[in-house]
C-alpha cells in the first residue's frame, strides 16, 4: 500500500519530531501517499497511513478531511488550483476562470476528458500582489492574463 | 525603503547565506555563541524597539519574548508562523523567498533567549518554492556549523525544522498551527493554558510571525533604538505592507510605521488607469473596510489606522476603484470565512453559512427586505463568541460593509442587481 | 488551591481559585444549560451553550472554560445571558432538524429542553437543511447524524475513557461530520456510553429505538450483575418490561459508566428461550404443571431418592456464580438442616486441590491511583472493561503496567513490557520474582526458592515493585485452570506481602465473592463438586446451571446428572435441551432485574436492589421457591416475608477470610500443550447468551482457538480446521505450548475435527 520510497520520504519527516510523536508526519505522510497514487486518497491508503504512524484510522481521517490539499475523488494529472478571492478577484479572477473553462471545455471541479487536467477553485493562495494568479501542482503562476493561461495550459502535458 | 526584511532584495542570489553574512548576517547569533550576548540584553532590546507581532495582533514581541519560563525543566519551543492565508497577505511568501536566512536567525536567537532548543516553521502547504529555499538556507546554515547541537562548542544547542501544512486558513492561528505541528486537524485550542505555559506537544511555546523573527537579527545588530526611530509613537520601526487590488505596480514595500496612505498608493503606482479609489481595506480581509476618503487621511501604523476605525493588521493592503461592487466583494469574503471555519464552535460553524447563504441570495436577486437587519444581527451573535479570532474575522467585514457601503446593498436587495455594474 | 468567595445570581459561594465557573455552578445546583461539557470529559468549549455573564466582561462567557478569581460575580439568568443563550440555540437550530416527535431523544433531549424555553419563534434561518447520510455504527447505537450538533462528546469519550478512538470529527466548518472511520462499527466494550453522554438524538440506543418515551418509563435504581464491579444502573420499564438500562452515578463503583454487557443484557429477559412454566418430567415426558405440582413433585422426589433412605450425604447442590448472595444462602440452609454438606459454586475448575485463593484488597477508585501493576493472565480491556478503565487512567498519570500473559492482547495504554508466556513458566517467573524481592530484601530465602532461576524479566518486575508505593498484583481469569493455579496465587500473596503490595482477584467473577461469604463450598464431610460429579448421587439440586458452559468437563458433568435413579432438580431461567434431558423437575426463576437480592463486589460493597419488574408469566424469583421448598420439606427456620430478612441474617454470619500460607511446591506438571479456555465476554451467562444485539457484535461473534505455527504442527492443525469444536486462528501472538481459546459457544469436549 505504501511504497518503499514513499516510507523512506515519510521517515525523513518522522525524524523532525519528538520520540512518540511520529504521528506530527501524518500531514506529509497523506500528501506523499497521495502523489504515488494517482493523486488521491482512498479510505485504504489513509489507514496505511494511520498503521505507518501507528495512530486511530479515524485520527487520520479527520486530517485528511480537514486539509484542503487531499483529494478524495479522481483529478486530472494537473490540478488548476485558481485563486478567486478579494485581490485576484479584483483583477478578473472570475473571467479567466471562465476563458480557462471554455479552453478546457470542463467547469471547475471537473476533469478533462483526456484526464489531463482539472480545475478547482480556492481560497487565497497568499500571492496577492501577484494577482491574478493560480497554482498548478506545485508551481504559482502569477500576473495571468488569457493569453498567459492560454500558454501554459498548451504546455501541460 | 527596504531596510530590514528586505534589506538585500535587489542584490544577486540575495537569499544565499553568502548574500546573507556579507551584509552582517549572523553576526547576532555568532556573538551569541561566543556567550556576548545575554537573553535579558536582547529582550531589553526588543522592548526599546517597540516590535510588535506582525502576524496581526501586534502583540510587543520582547514581552512576548518574556513570558516563557525560560528556567524550567523540559524541552521548549520556539514556533514560526509561516502559514500566510488572510486574503491580502503576501509578505512572509517574499521573505522565505528572498531572506530566508534572517528567519533563521531570528528563531535560532528566539530559542536561544527562551532557552528553547527546539523550532519549528510552519510554512502553508502550498508554499512550495518558499518551502524548498527555506529547507536549502537551512542546510547551508546547519552546513556552516551555525545549527545543531552543541554549536561551535557554545553548549548552545538550536535544531530548526519546516512543518508543511496542507491547507488550511485556520492554522495561522497559533493554537491551531500547533494542533497541525502535531499531526491534527488545525483545531484552536481554547485559553488558558496559554502556549507559554502549555504549548505544542504540551510544552512552553512561544509562536511569532515569519516577519518578526526576521526583523529581530537587523534590530539587535543595529540596536533597538535605531529601530523604534524609524517609525512613530507605539509603532516602532519599518514593516511590510502587500498592496493589492487596483493599483498600476501592485507590490510589497517595506517602509517606516507612521508611512501616509497617500505615500503607499503612490508607491504601489496609484491608481490602475485613473480609476478613482473607493474603498480600502487596510490591514487584511479581515480588518474593517474604509471609505476613500477616510483612508486617504490615513498613516500606515497601529494607532494611524485604528483611529479611522480599523486594524492594521498584517499589513495588507486591498485596494478598490469605483467599479467594485461592494456587495460581491463582501459576498466573496463571507464564502472565504464559511470554507475556512474549523467547525468547532457553534456560532462560527453555523453563523458562517449563514452570513454567506443571505449575501449569495442578494447576490442572486433573491434579496429580502430584513437581510442587513439579518446579517448585522448575524455577525453581532459571531462577534466574541468563539474560541478563536475567527469567528470575528467573519463578522467584521459585514459590519464595516454595511456601515459604510450600506446604499449598495440596499440598492441590491430592491433591485436585484449591482448599484455600480452594468 | 486557595479558596476564594464568588458571587453566582447574587448568592456568595466558595469555590478554589481556578476551577472552572461551571463545577461552581453546578456544586451550587444554579442551572447553566451546556451542550459539549461534561463533567467527566476534558473541556471542548465549543458549543458556547453554557454563557453567562461575568460583571465587567463586555461578552457572555463560557461558563465550562472561565477559571472563576476571587470576588468574581456571575449572573447566570439576565437579559444578556439569555440573549446569548438564545443566539446560540438559533445557530443549533439552522441545521438540526425538528423533528422531535419522531426522534428517540424526545423528552430526555438537552437541546430540547433549552429550545422550547425560547419558544417556537428561535430560527429566522430560512434556507435549507443540512442532510447528513448514516451509514451505521453497529448493533448496539442507532445513530442519526443529521441530528448531531457537534458537540463531541462521544469523540472525546473514545479518545479519553473508551481509550480507543473510534468516533471522529471528519471535514471541516459546516461539513464537520461526527462518524467512526471504518464501517465495521464501534468495538469499545464501554462504547454503550456514547448514547449517554450524546445529549441529543443523534446517538440513541439501537434495541430501544422507537420503542418508547423516557417519560412513560419507570426508572428503578439497580445493580449490574455481569462482574465483580457490581456496577450502578438504572433499569427503565414500561408495562413489566425491561425497556432500557442506563448508568448511574457512583464514583466509588461505577463513576458514570457502565459496560456494553451491563447495558444491553437485559434483552435476554424477552428471549423466547425463557422458562415460564413449571415443568415436571412423567415417565420420560415433560408436562408443564402448577407451581404446587410442580414442588410438590420436587419435595415427594427429594424424600423419595434421598431423604426416605436417611441418605441426605447423597445429595449435591450447585449453584452458578449469578445467584443473589440471598439465594446461595437459602439453598445452602435448605441442604444443611437436612443434613447436606455436599455444596459448591465452583463449577469451572479442574481440579480443586489447585485452586486460587486469593483476596482482593484494593477499591476500585484506589486503582486509579496507584503508579504500578502487575498483570497476570488477563485480557483486561475486553475481560473488565470498567477495571481496566481505572488502570488506563492510572497510566494517564505515569503508572506502569507489566504483563504476564500466554498471549499477547490489545492495551489501550501503554504496556511497561508485555511478557508472553507459557502457562507452565508463569509460576517460574513469579517464584524469580519473590526470589528477587526477598534478596533484595536481605531476606532468608525458603528452600524452594533456593534452586529458582531469577531471569531479567523476574527482576525487572521485582524492582518495580519494589521502587513502587502503590503498586497492585492482579490475577485473572487464565489462570483459574492453570495447573499450578494455587502455586501462583499463594506466590502472589507472598510478593505482595514482601512488596507491599495489594492484589486483585479477578479470577472469579459475578457473585462468586458472596458465594465465598456465605461459604457455599462444602465443609466438614461435605463433597466438593468435583467429587459430587464421580460419587453415587441420588439428587441435585442445581439453581441456574447450564454445564455446556458451567463445567470445565461437560461430559462428566452430565453423566452424573443423568444417572438413573438420580433426582434432578433444575432451577434455571432459559429453556436448555441438556438441562431438560437430565432434570426431574424445572423451575422457571427470575433473572436479572426480576428479583430482588444482593451483590457482593470487588470492593467488598453490599450493593442490594429491589425487582425492576415482575418476572413474567409463572416465573418466580428463586428466594421465593427455595423458601416455599424448604417449607414443604417443614424445615424450621425460613419464615421470611422478604429477601432483606434473608440478608439480615447473612450479616450476622461469619465470614472466614482466606489463609495462603500453604506450602509452595515448585514441579511443573505440564503437557507440551496447553489450552485456555476463555468464554467470550457476552457468553459468560445465560442473560448475556440471550441478548441478540450483544450477539452481533464482533465481540460477540467472537469464537477462535489461537496458537502460533509450532503449536498447530504438534497438534496437526491448519488455519482450517476447528480445535476442541472451535476454528482455529494461527497466529505469533500466542507463546509456544499453548491453545487460547476464546469462544462464545459451549465447552466442546471432544476431541477436535
Known amino acids: 500500500m505504501i511504497s518503499i520510497d514513499a516510507k523512506k520520504q515519510i521517515d525523513v519527516w518522522i525524524a523532525k519530531y519528538p520520540k512518540d510523536r511520529q504521528s506530527s508526519a501524518v500531514m506529509q505522510a497523506l500528501k506523499i501517499v497521495q502523489a504515488e497514487n494517482e493523486n488521491r486518497l482512498s479510505a485504504d491508503t489513509i489507514q496505511a497511513v494511520a498503521d505507518y504512524l501507528d495512530m486511530p484510522g479515524i485520527a487520520a481521517q479527520e486530517v485528511a478531511t480537514f486539509y484542503e490539499n487531499y483529494n478524495h475523488k479522481k483529478v486530472g494529472k494537473h490540478v488548476i488550483r485558481f485563486c478567486h478571492n478579494i485581490s485576484c478577484m479584483l483583477n478578473g479572477a472570475d473571467d479567466l476562470i471562465k476563458h480557462l473553462e471554455n479552453k478546457l471545455g470542463v467547469k471547475t471541479g471537473k476533469i478533462t476528458a483526456d484526464g489531463l487536467i482539472s480545475v478547482k477553485k480556492v481560497e487565497c493562495l497568499g500571492a496577492c500582489v501577484g494577482a491574478p494568479m493560480f497554482q498548478i501542482n506545485d508551481e504559482y503562476f502569477e500576473n495571468l492574463t488569457s493569453d498567459k493561461i492560454d500558454q501554459i495550459v498548451n504546455n501541460l502535458k | 525603503m527596504n531596510e530590514v526584511c528586505f534589506k538585500n532584495l535587489t542584490k544577486d542570489q540575495c537569499y544565499s547565506l553568502k548574500t546573507y553574512e556579507a551584509s552582517g548576517g549572523y553576526s547576532v547569533w555568532r556573538k551569541i555563541l561566543k556567550g556576548d550576548l545575554t537573553p535579558e540584553h536582547i529582550i531589553d532590546e526588543l522592548k526599546a524597539s517597540g516590535l510588535r507581532g506582525r502576524g496581526g495582533a501586534g502583540f510587543p514581541t520582547g514581552l512576548k519574548w518574556s513570558f516563557m519560563p525560560r528556567h524550567s525543566d523540559g524541552q521548549k519551543y520556539v514556533v514560526c508562523n509561516s502559514d500566510e492565508g488572510e486574503p491580502g497577505t503576501c509578505k512572509d511568501r517574499d521573505i522565505l523567498r528572498f531572506n530566508p536566512h534572517a528567519v533563521i536567525e531570528g528563531m535560532a536567537i528566539g530559542g536561544f533567549v527562551m532557552n528553547a532548543s527546539v523550532g519549528y516553521n510552519y510554512i502553508r502547504g502550498e508554499f512550495m518554492e518558499p518551502f524548498y529555499r527555506f529547507e536549502d538556507a537551512l542546510k547551508e546554515a546547519y552546513e556552516a556549523g551555525l545549527l545543531g547541537q552543541n554549536i561551535n562548542n557554545s553548549s548552545v544547542n538550536f535544531d530548526l525544522h519546516t512543518h508543511l501544512g496542507a491547507g488550511a486558513y485556520i492554522c495561522g492561528e497559533e493554537t491551531a498551527l500547533l494542533e497541525s505541528i502535531e499531526g491534527k486537524k488545525g483545531q484552536p485550542r481554547f485559553k488558558p493554558p496559554f502556549p507559554a505555559n502549555v504549548g505544542l506537544f504540551g510544552k512552553p511555546t512561544t509562536i511569532n510571525n515569519t516577519e518578526s523573527f526576521a526583523s529581530v537579527p537587523e534590530i539587535l545588530s543595529r540596536g533597538g533604538q535605531w529601530f523604534a526611530d524609524i517609525g512613530v509613537e507605539n509603532s516602532g520601526g519599518c514593516k511590510l505592507f502587500s498592496v493589492s487590488g487596483h493599483v498600476k505596480s501592485p507590490a510589497n514595500f517595506e517602509v517606516p510605521m507612521g508611512t501616509s496612505f497617500k505615500d503607499l498608493l503612490k508607491m504601489a503606482g496609484g491608481m490602475r488607469d485613473g480609476a478613482k479609489l473607493k474603498a480600502v481595506i487596510p490591514g487584511g480581509s479581515s480588518t474593517p473596510v474604509l471609505t476613500a476618503e477616510v483612508a486617504m487621511s490615513m498613516t500606515m501604523d497601529y494607532d494611524g489606522i485604528e483611529k479611522v ?114 | 488551591m486557595a479558596d476564594i468567595e464568588i458571587e453566582i445570581d447574587g448568592k456568595v459561594v466558595s469555590a478554589k481559585a481556578g476551577e472552572m465557573l461551571i463545577t461552581v455552578s453546578d456544586r451550587e445546583g444554579v442551572s447553566v444549560p451546556r451542550f459539549c461539557y461534561h463533567k467527566k470529559l476534558s473541556i471542548a468549549a465549543s458549543c458556547r451553550m453554557c454563557l453567562v455573564d461575568v460583571e465587567g466582561v463586555p461578552k457572555p462567557q463560557p461558563a465550562c472554560s472561565t477559571p472563576v478569581n476571587e470576588g468574581m460575580k456571575v449572573h447566570t439568568q439576565n437579559d444578556k445571558v439569555k440573549a446569548s443563550q438564545k443566539a446560540v440555540i438559533e445557530f443549533l437550530l439552522i441545521n438540526h432538524p425538528l423533528d422531535c416527535p419522531i426522534c428517540d431523544q424526545g423528552g430526555e433531549c438537552e437541546l430540547q429542553d433549552v429550545a422550547v424555553e425560547y419558544g417556537s419563534d428561535v430560527s429566522r434561518f430560512s434556507e435549507g437543511k443540512r442532510i447528513v447520510p448514516d451509514n451505521g455504527i453497529g448493533a448496539l447505537i442507532q445513530t442519526d447524524m443529521t441530528r448531531c450538533i457537534h458537540c463531541t462528546r462521544c469523540v472525546r469519550f473514545g479518545l479519553e475513557i473508551a481509550g480507543m478512538m473510534e468516533m471522529g470529527g471528519t471535514g471541516r466548518g459546516e461539513n464537520l461530520k461526527i462518524e467512526p472511520f471504518l464501517r465495521e462499527g464501534i468495538q469499545s466494550e464501554l462504547s454503550g456510553n456514547m448514547i449517554d453522554v450524546c445529549p441529543v438524538g443523534a446517538l440513541t440506543s439501537k434495541p430501544f429505538r422507537y420503542e418508547l418515551r423516557s417519560w412513560q418509563m419507570n426508572s428503578m435504581p439497580s445493580i449490574a450483575r455481569h462482574d465483580l464491579v457490581g456496577s450502578n444502573l438504572f433499569v427503565q420499564t414500561y408495562k413489566g418490561k425491561v425497556k432500557r438500562v442506563v448508568s448511574a452515578d457512583n464514583d466509588w463503583v461505577n463513576e458514570t459508566w457502565i459496560s456494553n454487557r451491563d447495558r444491553f443484557s437485559y434483552e435476554g429477559l424477552t428471549h423466547k428461550n425463557r422458562l415460564l412454566e413449571p415443568q415436571i418430567k412423567v415417565q420420560g415426558q415433560w408436562k408443564q404443571v402448577s407451581w404446587k405440582v410442580a414442588l410438590d413433585y420436587a419435595v415427594k ?258 453423566k452424573a446428572f443423568t444417572k438413573d435413579d438420580t433426582f434432578v432438580i433444575s432451577l434455571n431461567g432459559f429453556k436448555d435441551d441438556i438441562v431438560s434431558d437430565y432434570s426431574d423437575v424445572i423451575l422457571p426463576i427470575a433473572s436479572v432485574y426480576e428479583t430482588s437480592g444482593t451483590q457482593l463486589n470487588i470492593n467488598n460493597d453490599m450493593q442490594s436492589y429491589t425487582a425492576a419488574v415482575k418476572a413474567p408469566k409463572e416465573v418466580k424469583p428463586a428466594w421465593k421457591v427455595l423458601k416455599v421448598m424448604a417449607d414443604l420439606l417443614e424445615l424450621p427456620g425460613f419464615h421470611y416475608a422478604d429477601s432483606t430478612q434473608i440478608l439480615a441474617e447473612i450479616s450476622h454470619q461469619p465470614y472466614a477470610k482466606h489463609t495462603h500460607d500453604e506450602d509452595i511446591n515448585l514441579t511443573s506438571k505440564y503437557n507440551s500443550i496447553s489450552t485456555i479456555w476463555q468464554s467470550s465476554p457476552y457468553s459468560i451467562d445465560a442473560v448475556l447468551r440471550h441478548s441478540s444485539a450483544l450477539q452481533k457484535t464482533k465481540i460477540g461473534q467472537m469464537n477462535s482457538a489461537y496458537m502460533n505455527q509450532a503449536s498447530a504442527e504438534t497438534l496437526g492443525l491448519s488455519a482450517d480446521d476447528k480445535y476442541l469444536g472451535v476454528p482455529v486462528v494461527i497466529t505469533s501472538a500466542v507463546a509456544d505450548g499453548c491453545v487460547f481459546i476464546n469462544a462464545n459457544q459451549a465447552t466442546n469436549t471432544q476431541e477436535q475435527t
Request: with cysteine; hydrophobic share 40%; proline share 2%.
Open chain 2, 309 to 422: 476605525g480599523s486594524m492594521l493588521g498584517a499589513g495588507s493592503v486591498i485596494i478598490m476603484d469605483e467599479s467594485t461592487c461592494m456587495v460581491e466583494v463582501l459576498t466573496r469574503l463571507a464564502h472565504f470565512y464559511y470554507d475556512e471555519s474549523c467547525g468547532q464552535c457553534t456560532p462560527c460553524r453555523e453563523g458562517t453559512g449563514w452570513l454567506y447563504r443571505v449575501l449569495e441570495r442578494i447576490i442572486d436577486g433573491n434579496g429580502k427586505q430584513d437581510d442587513i437587519g439579518l446579517l448585522l444581527g448575524v455577525q453581532d451573535k459571531i462577534m466574541g463568541n468563539t474560541i478563536c479570532a475567527l469567528g470575528d474575522a467573519a463578522a467584521m467585514p459585514v459590519k464595516s460593509f454595511l456601515r459604510n457601503f450600506r446604499p449598495e446593498f440596499e440598492y441590491y436587495i430592491k433591485h436585484g442587481k449591482s448599484m455600480v455594474k452594468e
Open chain 3, 301 to 558: 422426589g427429594l424424600n423419595s431418592h434421598v431423604l426416605k433412605h436417611q441418605k441426605a450425604n447423597q445429595l449435591g447442590g450447585l449453584v452458578s456464580s449469578t445467584a443473589t448472595m440471598e439465594e446461595l444462602y437459602l439453598l445452602k440452609k435448605i441442604l444443611t438442616e437436612i443434613g447436606c454438606d455436599n455444596i459448591d459454586h465452583r463449577l469451572n475448575v479442574k481440579n480443586l486441590d489447585n485452586i486460587i485463593t486469593l483476596d482482593s484488597n484494593i477499591k476500585l477508585d484506589a486503582l486509579e491511583k496507584i503508579d504500578y501493576a502487575l498483570i497476570i493472565g488477563a485480557n483486561i480491556q475486553l475481560e473488565q472493561p470498567m477495571i481496566n478503565h481505572r488502570l488506563r487512567k492510572a497510566t494517564k498519570k505515569g503508572a506502569d503496567i507489566d504483563v504476564l500473559n500466554v498471549m499477547a492482547f490489545d492495551f489501550n495504554y501503554l504496556l511497561n513490557t508485555e511478557n508472553i508466556t507459557a502457562p507452565n513458566k508463569i509460576v517460574f517467573t513469579l517464584a524469580g520474582v519473590l526470589k528477587s524481592i526477598m534478596t533484595n530484601n536481605a531476606q532468608e530465602l525458603p528452600d524452594y526458592l533456593a534452586a529458582v532461576e531469577v531471569d531479567e524479566v523476574a527482576n525487572n518486575i521485582a524492582s518495580k515493585l519494589l521502587n513502587s508505593s502503590s503498586s497492585v498484583i492482579i490475577l485473572g481469569e487464565h489462570i483459574i485452570n492453570n495447573e499450578d493455579a494455587s502455586t501462583i496465587a499463594n506466590l502472589v500473596t507472598q510478593i505482595a506481602r514482601n512488596a507491599n503490595s495489594k492484589t486483585l482477584n479477578l479470577s472469579i467473577t459475578a457473585n462468586t465473592i458472596a458465594a465465598n461469604l456465605v461459604g457455599f463450598v462444602p465443609k466438614n464431610s461435605g463433597m466438593d463438586v468435583n467429587t459430587m460429579l464421580v460419587s453415587d448421587m441420588r439428587g441435585f439440586i442445581l439453581l441456574d446451571i447450564y454445564p455446556q458452559y458451567d463445567f470445565h468437563d461437560l461430559e462428566i458433568a452430565v
